[in-house]
């Protein structure tokens, strides 16, 4: 059987029990990303897109942070945008992707237009979860060190399969949502520290949300968008990339999304600076490092990080996020990194920037280059050197957050509330997080959607 279609047929045919673990990911997946939807919708990027499509008309769907109710694919594109705009939203590993700001938005739009419960949202994102993995596992590193921006190019096609999973498509019509997704994934790293970058999450959302809709309305495509000459993994990954064996060996098997889990950022910046940011947090923690007494600090990373980290000194608080030196040098000042480190105050200050001047990021050569995620190293080697001459060192290689360094459930509760606090509008945190983090039933999607708009 061929990829396309073992994926259809999984995705449309596979028991929707799923074990209590999975469902527990889910959740804590989908919360974290409610919450980072309501901190980004003040954001630059969010705010324009929400301009551009609400000039076409309203529908049934929430943007979060707002008052405004849109048709479900500009509801999910904004929203997708939203949880992505701080670069505070989950990550999973083998697909080098943010995998639940575009799941969860197209999710949460569908469901709130057909009146869907929560049981039935958590079903279908541990669908798109499970694609998103076996797709980055047949492609990565090799896709993601060509320069693909992962959560819209492995986005698209399994938001399309979360999508079909939730308005019950067959096999047939979900081959063809996952086919014609994969006609609308692109997405460049090109676009890492401008407001394009989130705007990929967003687009991933709308795109397999349309998808799937396109399908059950009988527009069909290509048998065969995955494998081939022709396929996605060929064309976007190449001959180095491990190929789609790996999704034969292993969908159907242990779930992705307790093989994997995610990863939920303590620091709401380019994950490939929190190893460093960790190192250096411990090294001023446990040595009573002062910034003041720091003469230089050398980060050791891998490819895939020193590509990602193109910004030295920022020149606005989208290319922060993207700037290692910046970040060490909060950190090493601040003694945290937060939403508050990410303001336009912020990234002027000229301590940060003077300390910043004497931080380096040097790709480490012995971290492996492009072979599969799971069977690549992944760490940050830090080296402080004090004024006195005295060097620091510190090696991270599972960060915060990490789902085996994961956050106590109240350090993401705190998270929670303090990005749901950001919205524009006010909104009862406390009724968001019991209705989506509490035990699933049949609880409607809709209903919750009160409790993000609480003065109407």
Known sequence: MRTTARFCEWAAETSRDWPAACLKEARLCLIDTIGCMLAGSVEPASEKVVTTVAAWGTGEATVLGGTRRLPPPFAAFANGTAAHAL?????????????????TAALLALAEEEDLSWAECLDAFIVGFEVMARLGEAMNLAHYNKGWHSTLSLG?????????????????????????????AGGSKQQFGTMAKPIHAGLAAKNGLIAARLAQSGVTAAEEAID????????????????????????????????????????????????????????????????????????????????????????????????????????????????????????????????????????????????AVSETPERARVRVTHKGGRVSERVVSV???????????????????????????AVDAEAIWRAVHGPPGEGRVAEMMRHVQVHH
């Open 87 to 103: 670069d505070y939203d989950d990550v999973l590993d083998p697909a080098m992707a943010h995998p639940s700001a575009p799941l």
């Open 156 to 184: 698209a096609p399994a938001t399309a399969a979360a999508a079909a999973r939730l308005i019950r498509l067959d096999a047939a019509q979900t081959a063809s949502a996952i086919s014609l997704a994969t006609s609308m």
């Open 228 to 371: 081939g000459p022709w396929g996605i993994v060929a064309m976007t990954a190449g001959e180095a990339a491990p190929g789609t064996r790996v999704i034969d060996e292993k969908l159907g098997g242990e779930p992705a999304i307790s093989e994997y889990g995610a990863w939920r950022k303590l620091y709401p910046c380019c994950g490939s600076t929190h190893r460093p940011i960790d190192a250096l947090l411990a090294i001023r923690a446990e040595e009573g490092l002062k910034a003041e007494d720091v003469a230089e600090v050398e980060a050791f990373v891998s490819l895939a990080a020193a590509t990602n980290l193109r910004y030295r000194l920022p020149q606005n608080v989208a290319e922060a996020r993207f700037s290692l030196p910046y970040c060490a040098a909060a950190a090493l000042i601040d003694g945290r990194v937060d939403t508050e480190t990410f303001t336009p105050a912020a990234i002027r200050r000229r301590d940060v920037l003077a300390l910043a001047e004497r931080v380096t990021v040097t790709r480490d050569e012995e971290l492996s280059e492009m072979g």
């Open 399 to 425: 960060p915060s957050g990490h789902p085996q360094r994961p956050l106590s459930e109240d350090a993401l509760k705190t998270k929670f509330l303090a990005c749901a606090a950001r919205s524009a509008i």
